[in-house]
């Protein structure tokens, strides 16, 4: 009885130091409710294109199409056209689809290539180097939703991006400080420098910031579509680059390249529906597997911070990263066991092996024994009046990709390549793990951690959220859709709620101040929770949306200093 009240009193606690935290987050209106649609997105400016978009009579998909080649010019660090992404979306006839825009190896490269004499990776040729650019997909993504689901016509959704990327905006304090942080890799090339600096002097706070080769890029893509970039006069600028630099895209890889619809993920959970995204991107496979496993432990019983809910938690995101590390890759290169990862026994199967008391050992823990057959990002949230939901994750890779951009062209390149397996057993920038599945081929597509989401509630109404921040996207997502569903929070507490993650190795719990006090620290400590890790700043970032009873309901987290768009 005296362990019970304990753990009760430990929840009380960590539900009270939740609270704290939460006033302590910048107060932004970060909330906005409207009955004609929301745009919500990384960028204030870039949200308002959207909801501008949908003003003009626009559907959910010309606003996200809108949105997305602003963020290319507002929000660079994630927002691109030399990135590639994911779109989840939901048609107002009910129907799901998945579209895939990630980038994809050049056809010349392989694992090889960034190994040195000795076999050892070559890490800064993943990061710091046009070998580690994918070919780019963000461009045809949007292109190919514009075509199949779009309204108007294209030059209308680009035309904001051109004129915000010609006539410029006033750079933001969080802005500013982002491009500081970026100076020291930029230096040794000149366009970086020519785009994030002022004529080589920092950008100040209030400074006017133009990008005019950004603004003629997208002048092309406007005026001739796909050919505007995978072909013609910027796909040149991108090859001459890659030459001078020893890079591997070709204008053949450029050409060849092809965004792909895919079946999205679905799964259940209380008796609402999960949509999310497919491989090549994990992410809704471990939501929907995390979710499953969850399922019998009863969170919204045990209440959101009791120790025992924590320590499901992290025992079920440490098993599907062990699993996510050996099973997935690019479907179109290996078949690849969703419908068994997203099994309800399996899942049950996995959470019989973790003890309420005892932590796992990720260094001996495996992944699970499948049944028989039966990755700095960004993420936007788009919803219009008539039911149309689009879910986008896109990005880099790493802040600012590999901090080069391309001359002429006034656009960053991705260094997607890094979130391939270049050799066994040597981790990614994210401390993520993988299997031959994601060894690198030529014009296969990496791995990813993108968690675009859409959920769907027995009470007709409707939620659509993501969130950027590599593996720890998988682990929001799930938390923000725990406390939705099991701790009935609004959609504004769900996102502001602190949070945790783990990914199997490195074995430790990452948390935000306030998501474990320390009466809970050790708490799990004692169950052999080894390494608890404060994070410096804060764990990703959710940008989403909720449909209730007629009233649209859009929240950015006042984790950033965005605000939403609503009509």
């Not at 948390?511 to 708490?523: G, T």
Request: glycine share 10%.
């Amino acid at each position: 009885m005296f362990l019970k009240e304990r753990v009760k009193a430990l929840a009380q606690q960590q539900r009270a130091a939740a609270i704290a935290f939460l006033l302590c987050l910048p107060v932004f209106p970060a909330v906005y409710k409207s009955d004609r649609g929301a745009v919500v997105s990384r960028s204030t400016l870039a949200s308002e294109v959207g909801r501008d978009i949908l003003k003009q009579g626009g559907n959910a998909f010309d606003a996200a199409v809108a949105t997305g080649f602003a963020l290319a010019v507002t929000y660079p660090s994630a927002g691109n056209l030399g990135g590639g992404g994911f779109a989840v979306i939901r048609l107002s006839s009910g129907e799901c689809r998945a579209l895939d825009f990630r980038e994809t190896a050049p056809k010349s490269v392989s694992a090889q290539t960034y190994l040195d004499k000795n076999g050892q990776v070559r890490d800064k040729l993943l990061t710091l180097h046009t070998l580690g650019s994918g070919v780019p997909g963000t461009v045809d993504g949007l292109l190919l939703l514009h075509k199949t689901y779009g309204t108007l016509p294209l030059r209308d959704l680009i035309n904001p991006a051109i004129q915000l990327a010609g006539e410029g905006f006033v750079l933001p304090a969080s802005l500013v400080e982002s491009f500081g942080r970026q100076l020291t890799d930029m230096k040794r090339h000149p366009a970086s420098m020519d785009v994030f600096t002022n004529g080589g002097t920092a950008y100040r706070n209030g400074d006017r910031w133009v990008q005019r080769d950004l603004m003629r890029t997208l002048k092309r893509i406007a005026g001739k579509g796909r050919a505007g970039f995978y072909e013609g006069k910027t796909a040149e600028l991108i090859v001459r680059e890659m030459k001078r630099t020893g890079g591997a895209i070709t204008l053949e890889d450029l050409k060849a390249y092809r965004s792909i619809w895919r079946e999205p993920v679905r799964g259940s959970y209380r008796g609402y529906q999960i949509i999310s995204m497919p491989p090549p991107s994990s992410g809704g496979v471990l939501l929907v597997q995390m979710l499953n496993m969850l399922e019998d432990k009863q969170p919204g019983k045990l209440g959101w911070g009791h120790p025992d809910l924590v320590h499901w938690m992290i025992e079920a995101e440490r098993l599907a990263f062990a699993d996510r590390a050996v099973y997935l890759g690019d479907p179109d290169f290996n078949p690849l066991p969703v419908e068994q990862l997203i099994d309800k026994q399996y899942a049950k199967s996995r959470m019989n092996t973790v003890e309420l008391m005892k932590a796992g050992d990720s260094s001996a823990i495996a992944e699970g024994k499948l049944p028989y057959e039966s990755p700095e990002t960004t993420h936007f949230s788009v919803m219009d009046r008539d039911g149309n939901i689009v879910a986008i994750t896109t990005t880099l890779n790493l802040p600012y990709g590999n901090k080069i951009v391309v001359p002429g062209a006034g656009f960053l390149l991705n260094n997607e390549m890094d979130d391939f397996v270049v050799k066994a057993g040597v981790a990614n920038s994210f401390g993520l793990l993988g299997s031959r599945l994601n060894l690198v081929e030529g014009g296969k597509r990496m791995l990813s951690s993108m968690a675009p989401t859409i959920l769907l509630g027995p009470d007709e109404s409707m939620a659509v959220y993501g969130a950027p921040g590599g593996s720890a996207i998988i682990t929001t997502v799930l938390q923000v859709t725990v406390n939705l569903i099991d701790h009935k929070m609004t959609l504004d507490q769900a996102i502001r709620a602190p949070r945790f993650h783990h990914q199997w190795k490195p074995d430790q719990v990452l948390f935000e101040p306030f998501a474990l006090n320390p009466a809970l620290r050790e708490n799990l400590t004692k169950r052999g929770h080894k390494k608890l890790v404060p994070c410096e700043v804060y764990i990703s970032d959710v940008n989403g949306i909720l449909y209730k009873n007629g009233l649209f309901e859009a929240v950015t987290d006042p984790r950033h200093d965005a605000l939403p768009g609503a009509q």
